[in-house]
C-alpha cells in the first residue's frame, strides 16, 4: 500500500522559512522520483521540485529557483522541502507524489499522490 504523508505547512511571514517533510512508504525508491507540487486557489496544479533516485538529479521550477531546496534521508524514506525567502504567491497547498518520471513544468499526472498540507504567506 502506497502511502505518501506531506506535513509541516503553516503561517508565515512574507521573507520567511517552513521546512515540508515527506514520508514514504510502500515505494521502491531506488526507481520512483519523489516530486512536490502545490495548488493555489483558484490555480491549477504545479509542479515545485522533484527528486530522481535513478540518477540522483533535482529540479526546480523557475519560480522557486534559488529559494527553495529539496534533499532526502533514503533511509528514513523522508523528502523534505526547505522553502526560504517565502513570497504571498508560494500560499498554497503543497502535494508530494511519486512517479517514474521527474517532471517539473506544470501540472503532470503522477502516479500516487499524498494529501496536501497549507502553506500560506502573509505580506
Known amino acids: 500500500d502506497v502511502q505518501l504523508q506531506a506535513s509541516g505547512g503553516g503561517l508565515v511571514q512574507a521573507g520567511g522559512s517552513l521546512r515540508l517533510s515527506c514520508a514514504v512508504s510502500?515505494?521502491?525508491?531506488?526507481?520512483?522520483?519523489i516530486a512536490w507540487f502545490r495548488q493555489a486557489p483558484g490555480k491549477e496544479r504545479e509542479g515545485v521540485s522533484c527528486?530522481?533516485?535513478?540518477?540522483?538529479?533535482?529540479h526546480y521550477a523557475d519560480y522557486v529557483k534559488g529559494r527553495f531546496t529539496i534533499s532526502d534521508d533514503r533511509a528514513k524514506k523522508m523528502v523534505y522541502l526547505q522553502m526560504n525567502s517565502l513570497r504571498p504567491e508560494d500560499t498554497a497547498v503543497y502535494y508530494c507524489?511519486?512517479?517514474?518520471?521527474?517532471?517539473?513544468?506544470?501540472?503532470?499526472?503522477?502516479?500516487?499522490w499524498g494529501k496536501g498540507t497549507q502553506v500560506t504567506v502573509s505580506s
Open positions: 507524489a511519486a512517479d517514474l518520471a521527474c517532471v517539473v513544468d506544470g501540472y503532470y499526472p503522477m502516479d500516487y
Open positions: 510502500g515505494l521502491n525508491l531506488n526507481v520512483y522520483t
Open positions: 527528486i530522481s533516485y535513478s540518477d540522483g538529479s533535482v
